[in-house]
């Protein structure tokens, strides 16, 4: 085989990969409008004119193939409320991100205390008709310079605050995933949650645990997201003392101990 015919053989091959780059590349325009074709085509005779027709098809071909990027997902934000402005002054509430808030600090403190009927019939009148232990009298015994009366029913109340000292508030708590993934501890009875679930109510399997001395509620732990429980010490917690804390999300809360007389 001559020289002339080994260049007359590549030129056949060549003009065979170009019929075959023009049919991809007429695949391709087939979903562009009417303006990309003509202006590709213009390009497209001025290249081949150039002998660059073999790199401006894959170049072509490639941007009309390319996998479109991903886009990102939104998360939803919180919608700005009027705030009582006027026509002249439209005022609103605008809500500040929360996106990226963590529990960095959590305190657990004991809020309220009920006195036995049975015991104390004498607590419960027109002036406190639900018997109710004084606050005075709760942050003396927090700080263990008093006694909670055994049969006593008490609420400890948790409450978590982000890096900048912000409380997490019952909104927060619900946007931001913080519901029923509290514990909360005194002496071996507690209360462990794991979460909420798509309802809004707790996964099942949340844990607790009752003693001899100390009984755990339910309804103040369902209806506060996990950060309020109710629990009573009984007779045989007479004489003891109950460590307590808590925690949110992980993060420990403040610790201290319950003396029961």
């Not at 056949?12 to 023009?22: C, F, G, I, L, M």
């Not at 193939?65 to 006027?86: C, F, L, S």
């Amino acid at each position: 085989m001559t020289k002339k015919q080994d260049t007359q053989d590549e030129k056949e091959a060549q003009e065979r990969r170009n019929e075959e780059d023009s049919g991809l590349l007429s695949q391709s325009l087939a979903s562009a409008g009417n303006n990309q074709k003509n202006i590709v085509g213009t390009i497209i005779n001025a290249a081949d004119q150039a002998g660059l027709l073999d790199k401006l098809l894959s170049l072509v071909i490639g941007w009309f193939t390319r996998a479109p990027k991903p886009v990102p997902p939104q998360k939803p934000v919180d919608k700005p409320t009027p705030a009582g402005g006027t026509d002249d002054f439209p005022d609103d509430h605008i809500p500040r991100p929360s996106a990226g808030r963590k529990v960095a600090k959590v305190t657990l403190h004991l809020v309220r205390s009920q006195y036995s009927r049975q015991r104390f019939p004498e607590e419960y009148n027109d002036n406190n008709p639900f018997g109710l232990v004084p606050q005075g009298e709760l942050k003396q015994i927090e700080q263990g310079n008093g006694a909670l009366n055994w049969e006593n029913k008490f609420w400890l109340d948790l409450t978590a605050y982000d890096e900048q000292g912000r409380e997490f508030v019952r909104a927060d708590v619900m946007s931001l995933g913080l519901a029923y993934k509290t514990e909360i501890r005194c002496g071996d009875a507690f209360i462990i949650g794991h979460g909420a679930a798509a309802n809004g109510e707790p996964i099942a399997g949340y844990e607790t645990n009752d003693t001899d001395e100390i009984g755990n509620g339910i309804t103040a732990w369902l209806t506060s997201k996990g950060f309020l429980h109710q629990m009573q010490c009984f007779a045989s917690a007479d004489g003891q003392s109950f460590h307590c804390f808590g925690s949110v999300n992980g993060v420990r809360s403040n610790e201290f101990d319950i003396k029961v007389s």
